[in-house]
T-cell receptor, first 112, second 119 residues
C-alpha cells in the first residue's frame, strides 16, 4: 500500500504565483524525495531531504520536513507554465531496504 | 550524468505474446534497479527490486512467473511480460540506484518509461 498521501490532489494557479504541495507518511524514514513527472514521461528527481534536515532549497524549490508530524511540503516559487506536471513525494523508510514508496501525487497546472 | 534509458518507449502487442523491456544506466553502474507500474493518473507501484547477479525480489501480489526480471550486468535490467493480456497494459518505469559513494542517500534515477498496450 502507498505510504504517502499528498494534498492537494490537484492545484491550479496563475503564472507567477507560488505553489505549495504537502505530503504525509506513516513510518520512520531515512529520507524523503520529491519527483516531477510530465504527462506520459518518466520521473525527474527534484530534491532529497534527509531525516535530520528540516529545510532544503534548490533554485525556486523549497522543501521542508517535519518528522514529528511525518509530513513534508514542496514550495515552488514564482511558478511558470513549464512547471505544469505531476509532483510526487517518495519516502525511503528505515525498514524498506532502499525501496521507495510513492505518494499519490499532486497535479499542478500553471496557467499562463 | 545519471541517465537511465528504457527501450522500447512504446510497444503494442497481441494478447498471448511476450514483451521484453530493457532498462539501462548509461553513465553509472547500478547494483540495484527497480521496476514500477503506473496506471493513468495514478502513482507508481513498485513491482520488484532487481539486484545484479541474483534473483529479483517481488512485491506482494506481483506474479514472478508473469513478470520475469533479469539483471545480468551492472548497467542492464530487463523486464519480460510473459503471455501478455489486455489487463497488463500500463506504463512501466524502471529506476536505477547508483553504487553507494560518499554523500549519496539512495537517490534513484528513473527511465522515461515504456507504454505497453496489449490488444
Amino acid at each position: 500500500s502507498q505510504q504517502g498521501e499528498e494534498d492537494p490532489q490537484a492545484l491550479s494557479i496563475q503564472e507567477g504565483e507560488n505553489a505549495t504541495m504537502n505530503c504525509s507518511y506513516k513510518t520512520s524514514i531515512n529520507n524523503l524525495q520529491w519527483y516531477r513527472q510530465n504527462s506520459g514521461r518518466g520521473l525527474v528527481h527534484l530534491i532529497l531531504i534527509r531525516s535530520n534536515e528540516r529545510e532544503k532549497h534548490s533554485g525556486r524549490l523549497r522543501v521542508t520536513l517535519d518528522t514529528s508530524k511525518k509530513s513534508s511540503s514542496l514550495l515552488i516559487t514564482a511558478s511558470r507554465a513549464a512547471d505544469t506536471a505531476s509532483y510526487f513525494c517518495a519516502t525511503d523508510a528505515e525498514t524498506s531496504g532502499s525501496r521507495l514508496t510513492f505518494g499519490e501525487g499532486t497535479q499542478l497546472t500553471v496557467n499562463p | 550524468g545519471a541517465v537511465v534509458s528504457q527501450h522500447p518507449s512504446r510497444v503494442i502487442c497481441k494478447s498471448g505474446t511476450s514483451v521484453k523491456i530493457e532498462c539501462r544506466s548509461l553513465d553509472f553502474q547500478a547494483t540495484t534497479m527497480f521496476w514500477y507500474r503506473q496506471f493513468p493518473k495514478k502513482s507508481l507501484m513498485l513491482m520488484a527490486t532487481s539486484n545484479e547477479g541474483s534473483k529479483a525480489t517481488y512485491e506482494q501480489g506481483v506474479e514472478k512467473d508473469k513478470f520475469l526480471i533479469n539483471h545480468a550486468s551492472l548497467t542492464l535490467s530487463t523486464l519480460t511480460v510473459t503471455s501478455a493480456h489486455p489487463e497488463d497494459s500500463s506504463f512501466y518505469i524502471c529506476s536505477a540506484k547508483p553504487l553507494p559513494t560518499s554523500g549519496t542517500y539512495n537517490e534513484q534515477f528513473f527511465g522515461p518509461g515504456t507504454r505497453l498496450t496489449v490488444l
